[in-house]
């Protein structure tokens, strides 16, 4: 059974940090990989998807990179900003999605 | 609008009482997806079709829930006989594809079941 975990489950910065949130995954079977974006009390927002044959995504200040092999994904969140505050999931795909819990991030003004 | 649109956003339920959530996929989308997702949890996967298949029901948590999609675009979730442990947000997500393509998601129903 696939089963995905993010580390850590909250982070605070300050306002300006660059920042690395993880995710891993326990079977490397997956056709891609999605970064999502939930503000509190709204729907999921996706950021980022990687197919299995990536090894990363760009878009503006964020960066995912995908290890199928080692069942790691990371997502790269450069010059945070307060409006980056919000909960990031990660999921991977089979046809369903699989999601992690999440990471709770709150950049500090 | 363009997106994944659901309704109601609230619902309130007393124990026992049955409901039907309804997600309306974005035009020309084939998958649509039924998600659960806890209090402080991940979404977790209820349901998926494909036009008006259901394909993939494994994730309905008993055979209280039901999922239905008659024609191929609007799909209703019904809940019967609801309870407490049912309080959760229901999100729907749709896609182009079957596979690759992203899953779009709506801003889901906070079902609360007193």
């Known amino acids: 059974k696939q089963e995905v975990t993010q580390i850590p489950a909250a982070l605070s910065v300050p306002e300006g940090e660059n920042l690395v949130l993880n995710c891993s995954f326990t079977?490397?079977?997956?056709?891609?990989l999605q970064w999502f974006r939930q503000d509190p009390g709204k729907g999921l927002t996706s950021l980022l998807l990687i197919q299995s044959s990536q090894r990363e995504q760009t878009s503006g200040r964020l960066n995912a990179s995908l290890d199928k092999s080692s069942g790691r994904s990371t997502l790269y969140i450069a010059a945070s900003q307060p409006g980056d505050s919000a909960t990031y999931l990660c999921a991977v795909v089979l046809e369903k999605l699989v999601f992690g819990k999440g990471t709770k991030l709150t950049v500090n003004p | 609008g363009a997106g994944v649109s659901q309704s109601p956003r609230y619902k309130v339920a007393k124990r026992g009482q049955d409901v039907a959530l309804r997600c309306d996929p974005i035009?020309?989308?084939?998958?649509l997806f039924w998600y659960q997702q806890a209090l402080g949890q991940g979404p977790e996967f209820l349901t998926y079709?494909?036009?008006?298949?259901?394909?993939?029901k494994s994730g309905l948590p008993s055979d209280r829930f039901f999922a239905e999609r008659p024609e191929g675009s609007v799909s209703t979730l019904k809940i019967q006989r609801t309870q407490q442990e049912d309080s959760a947000v229901y999100l729907c997500?749709?896609?182009?594809?079957?596979?690759?393509?992203?899953?779009?998601f709506g801003p889901g129903t906070r079902l609360t079941v007193t």
């Open positions: 079709f494909q036009n008006e298949a259901q394909l993939d």
């Open positions: 035009s020309g989308h084939v998958s």
């Open positions: 079977d490397s079977a997956i056709y891609n």
């Open positions: 997500a749709s896609s182009l594809d079957r596979v690759v393509a992203e899953q779009y």
